[in-house]
């Protein structure tokens, strides 16, 4: 691998982007510039769409312009209505999605280990206005898939993933994604898969996909009808392009992610005070971040620990705090007052994601790994 020797004073971000290598690209571009399709299903949106189910292991994706416009459409496909059920510990298009169709978040705690929706506060949450479960598989780390189908089957609700962070992620009989009534992956840059911005829906049934299909280009179900409000939620060429060059190397990525996260485990095992995240129970995980939490015996503080990594030129990332229903908007919603979020609260106020991508060198994590366990230390 030609990965170059890390600079000392080089900033460590949480993430730096993956790209294909430019020669991979430039015969896609070729192409289009030969052909001029850029959009609307074009021959790279089919390739890719059908490239990603083989490789997902799932038989129905529609592709997106982002994992955001995937979660709008997501919603309206299901025709969702009143409240949905969802988690105070997510990235804030989550919950952003359900205002924009006019849903209500209704946030409830998470399981204190893998920090996803806990069914029995889901259960306690449910009301007759309550139309669907909206859960988030935190960091790639899947959600209580039984739980949840097992609530949502016995109340009559839809269950829609929130699977942004879980690109090939599986468990014992498969995909991840093939859970619920939808799961809507994010190709966003930071993401373990990218395609700069872009998103995609798994859908469980052609019917459904084709009504998501629709959706996603205004409605239209052939040249001159439509058929619902549908929006403009198209993945371009060039993304789809760009999607295909990245899947051959995914494989390598996620591989080089693995042992990044075994470096960090064993240099942190014994700094008192920092928890690692728990080993994934996935039978395939993508280690798409490396939470640690900063526990109360800790020299530091998590602020204090955070604001040390930067001085080092380590730029974490406080994922995810503050909670979503902490944002100020979100304490319009009615009721809102009368919930509490305590293990949602208490992570949100320990967590430091630690750079973790395919570029980051065993060397640089080690750097960050002493940093956190010597503080005090010049790293
Ligand atoms: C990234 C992300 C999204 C949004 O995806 P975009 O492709 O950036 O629109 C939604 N939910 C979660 C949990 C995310 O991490």
Redesign the pocket.
Known sequence: MDRKAPEQDEPLFVTRPQLPPLEEVMPYLEEIWRTHQLTNKGPFHEQLEAALCDYLGVEHISLFA??????VTAMQALRLTGEVITTPY??V??AN?LLWNDLTPVFVDVDPVTLNLDPAQVEAAITPKTSAILP?H?YGQPADVEGLQHIADLYGLRLIY?A??CFGVEDEGGSILRHGDMS?L???A??VFNTF???AIVSPDAKTKQRVDYLKNFGFANETTVVAAGINAKMNEFQAAIGLAQLQHIDEAIARRARLDDIYREALADVKGIRCPPVSRAARYNHAYFPIFVEDDYPLSRDELYFRLRENGIYGRRYFYPLIPEFPMYGNLPGIENRDWPIAHAASERVICLPMYPDLTDEQARRIAMVCAEPGGSA
């Open positions: 982002n994992g955001t416009l995937g979660l997510s990235f298009a989550t999605a988030v935190v929130d942004a962070h809507i994010s190709f966003h930071t993401k911005e872009g998103g």
